[in-house]
């Protein structure tokens, strides 16, 4: 996927810093993966940046291994519901 000139202007400002598409390629997950860590407090970015009507969430090396350190945790996929989950309710 191509970057956007906005996109590759800040990785030109901060080269140390990644996107969460970069370390979602780093880590082996999808981009998706990476923003519910995010929103569900498992990954905090390093630093963000408000580009027009978008916000870009930015990442140091630090939280690369923290990514990637939740990629080996969390296992791949959707859990299942147990049998009395997929019970109606009474």
Do not use: C
Request: proline letters at 6%.
């Amino acid at each position: 996927m191509k970057s956007s000139p906005q996109i590759e202007l800040l990785r030109r400002e901060h080269p140390n810093l990644m996107t969460e598409r970069d370390v979602a390629e780093k880590v082996g997950r999808s981009h998706s993966t990476i923003k519910r860590w995010r929103n569900r407090g498992l990954l905090t970015p390093t630093f963000y940046r408000d580009l027009g009507s978008i916000r870009v969430w930015l990442y140091n090396n630090d939280d690369l291994a923290q990514a990637t350190q939740l990629a080996a945790e969390i296992k791949r996929g959707r859990k299942r519901a147990s049998p009395e989950e997929n019970k109606p309710a009474a």
